[in-house]
């Protein structure tokens, strides 16, 4: 499967130090940890990790809990990491949507597998959607309401029928979270929805009335792979 980049919220760097070791050697990504709810709310802004591995206590006044109602706004996947058990911590857990609870202690291998069937739950019901940072906010767009997504320096353009958004974020890291049979690359700078062309040229594909470049790299497999 596709290496899952995770963030990590742990208050006991030992413990921060053994996640991440374990994670890294089983293949996954690392891209930070904190031990507060205000550090981990800022890097998870910065880096917009896959996934969050998070404690319930936490440094501070705010615990995981008040981190998990923050990441459901922002429809951030997260998975509790625990070994708080009892009815009060239940019942709060309750109001909040993770993909999973594993409870400490845990070996290298239950984490390894809890981690990747509630990332694998995850994508299947998920798969229609894509989710992008775009001016602040996350948001969640269904792939075939995208039209093509179009290279700028170290950001790309996705665009839809009623909007365009500046993703912060190149165009094959963001390619990467796209459906393959649904989306092809026409030209080093472009990518476009199978679904949404209209016509092909001998330099183009039109997607509406906009022109596409088509290179002659990808000439053929866009005719095999186009039903017009």
């Not at 760097?13 to 996640?19: C, G, K, S, Y």
């Not at 936490?58 to 459901?72: N, P, T, V």
């Not at 700078?189 to 062309?197: A, D, E, H, P, T």
């Not at 509406?208 to 039903?227: A, H, T, W």
Request: with cysteine; net charge negative; charged share 25%.
């Amino acid at each position: 499967m596709k290496s899952i980049t995770i963030y990590i919220v742990e208050d006991e760097p030992l413990i921060a130090i053994t996640i991440e070791t374990a994670l890294l050697k089983q293949g996954f990504t690392i891209c930070g940890d904190a031990d507060t709810v205000e550090d981990a709310k800022n890097d998870i802004e910065k880096y917009n990790p896959d996934l969050v591995l998070l404690d319930i206590n936490l440094e501070g006044d705010k615990d995981g809990i008040d981190l998990a109602l923050h990441l459901d706004k922002k429809n951030i996947p997260y998975l509790y990491l625990t070994s708080q058990t009892d009815p009060e911590t239940i019942a709060r857990v309750k109001e909040t949507s993770p993909l999973g609870y594993i409870v400490k202690p845990f070996t290298e291998t239950s984490l390894r597998s809890n981690i990747e069937l509630a990332w694998h739950s995850y994508l299947q019901n998920n798969s229609d959607f894509i989710m992008v940072r775009s001016e602040g906010s996350l948001l969640k767009i269904k792939q075939q309401d995208i039209l093509y997504l179009k290279a700028f320096d170290n950001y790309c353009y996705l665009f839809t029928s009623e909007k365009k958004h500046l993703i912060p974020f190149t165009l094959k890291h963001v390619s990467e979270k796209l459906t393959p049979k649904i989306f092809v690359k026409t030209h080093r700078s472009y990518i476009v929805n199978l679904n949404k062309i209209s016509s092909l040229q001998t330099d183009s594909v039109m997607v509406g009335n906009i022109k596409i470049p088509l290179s002659n790299s990808n000439k053929e497999i866009i005719k095999q792979r186009v039903s017009l």
